[in-house]
């Protein structure tokens, strides 16, 4: 998961205010988004395949988010 960027790790963790990292820290992070994204790629395919259909949809994601205790709001009715 290299794409996740140092920079981007950096503006993450200051908006909820931390203001030191050590360098451990990206490889930790870059870990832990490959695991979530993983999981939830995997329920939105579930979602998505169960609908018996090829395209991904916005409610499919706010479906797997919720399954994984992460729940988005205003996507739903």
């Not at 790790?9 to 870059?30: K, N, P, S, W, Y």
């Not at 832990?32 to 329920?43: E, P």
């Not at 916005?58 to 988005?72: E, N, S």
Request: proline share 0%.
């Amino acid at each position: 998961m290299q794409g996740v960027s140092t920079a981007s790790i950096r503006q993450l963790a200051h908006r909820v205010g931390v203001i030191r990292m050590t360098a451990l820290v990206f490889a930790e992070a870059r870990a832990f988004l490959k695991v979530f994204f993983s999981n939830l790629i995997q329920d939105t395919v579930v979602y998505t395949e169960h609908a018996n259909r090829e395209t991904v949809t916005a409610r499919d994601v706010v479906y797997a988010l919720k399954r994984q205790g992460r729940m988005i709001y205003g996507f739903g009715q």
